[in-house]
């Protein structure tokens, strides 16, 4: 099912002759699509005309069928939003800030009580819900900014930026907050980030922008699909050049890639290819650390194709 799909689509601000989206057409499904970019590339423009805030200069777009020049309040009221930029009343608690977010939205009081305790509980929140969020870190404003996302049973959540700020292990429990929300609730989510690594671990489907330009949009496989060579990682002194000088006298051709040799096993079947890099590990007296088929990564789809 299409949730999001965007036509031509084209903004310009204040008559600017660079477009912040230039011409983009993609169609979003269910689960979790990431949209990556670095900063300035459209990811906060895109969000705000799919939500119907902003207008385009051209082109079309629906959200779950709503025209967003014409249905943005539909929308906005069957979608759960979270800004970019710190956006949480500092005296106010948690608890109250989300009930009245699911007021806004349409719920009865008691509704709204009971559906903010789940969501709060849901993000991490349960211990801190009373507490002014004033006095919150960055980690559990940007959890009160998704559970007021959330309060509503939004039928497609779009999260800008939402490990913007956080330290790695912050970040990680938002990423598999984001990944439940996609695959455990089952809600749709389009979740932005200028981090490509980590949209490739919880997307089905990524969207990479450049400057408001389409790059690509496509199934995360299909971005780290098996590029048909092998890693191989050896420890000892020189054990890079020493292995791979080992492996050229076999007519085995490899390149560097960081500390490892990266092999096309077009010179030698994978079988064969193990056995040698077993065999020569022994004769050099090098520690075999591992051998496995490499992938790709979006970082390296993303380093291919914008220029430097
Ligand atoms: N209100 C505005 N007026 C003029 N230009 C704007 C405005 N908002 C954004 N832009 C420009 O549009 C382009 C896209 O910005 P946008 O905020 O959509 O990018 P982004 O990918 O979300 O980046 P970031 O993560 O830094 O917000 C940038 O060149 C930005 O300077």
Not at 92 to 111: K, Q, T
Not at 216 to 227: G, L, P, V, W
Not at 256 to 269: H, K, M, S, V, W
Request: charged letters at 25%; one cysteine or more.
């Amino acid at each position: 099912m299409t949730v999001i799909q965007t036509r031509v689509l084209t903004k310009r601000y204040g008559g600017s002759k660079v477009a912040a989206l230039d011409s983009l057409s993609i169609d979003v499904g269910e689960g979790v699509t990431g949209v990556v970019g670095a900063n300035g590339a459209g990811k906060s423009t895109l969000i705000k005309i799919l939500l119907g805030l902003l207008s385009p200069t051209s082109g079309d777009a629906t959200v779950l069928g709503h025209d967003i020049r014409t249905e943005g309040e539909a929308i906005r009221t069957a979608v759960g939003y979270m800004p970019e930029h710190d956006c949480l009343p500092p005296d106010m608690r948690a608890i109250d800030f989300v009930v009245h977010m699911g007021r806004v939205s349409g719920l009865p009081p008691a509704a709204a009580r009971e559906r903010a305790a789940d969501v709060l509980r849901h993000v991490g929140l349960a211990e801190e819900r009373y507490r002014l969020m004033g006095g919150y870190s960055t980690g559990m404003k940007q959890r009160a900014k998704l559970a007021q996302a959330l309060v509503h049973d939004p039928r497609l959540v779009m999260l800008d930026e939402p490990t913007n700020g956080l330290d790695p292990a912050a970040r990680e429990d938002m990423l598999a907050l984001v990944r439940r929300i996609g695959h455990d609730f089952g809600i749709p989510v389009l979740v932005t980030s200028h981090l490509l690594g980590e949209l490739e671990r919880i997307s089905d489907h990524v969207v990479v922008l450049d400057a408001g330009h389409l790059l690509r949009s496509e199934a995360t496989t299909a971005f780290t699909a098996d590029t048909g060579h092998v890693l191989v990682e050896v420890l000892g002194e020189d054990a890079q050049s020493r292995m791979g000088q080992a492996l050229a006298a076999r007519g085995v051709a490899w390149q560097p890639r960081g500390q490892l040799l990266e092999i096309d096993p077009a010179d030698a079947p994978p079988d064969a290819l193990r056995d040698i890099v077993r065999d020569l590990a022994a004769e050099l007296g090098l520690g075999l650390v591992r051998i496995q088929p490499q992938t790709g990564r979006l970082e390296d789809v993303f380093r291919e194709e914008v220029p430097a």
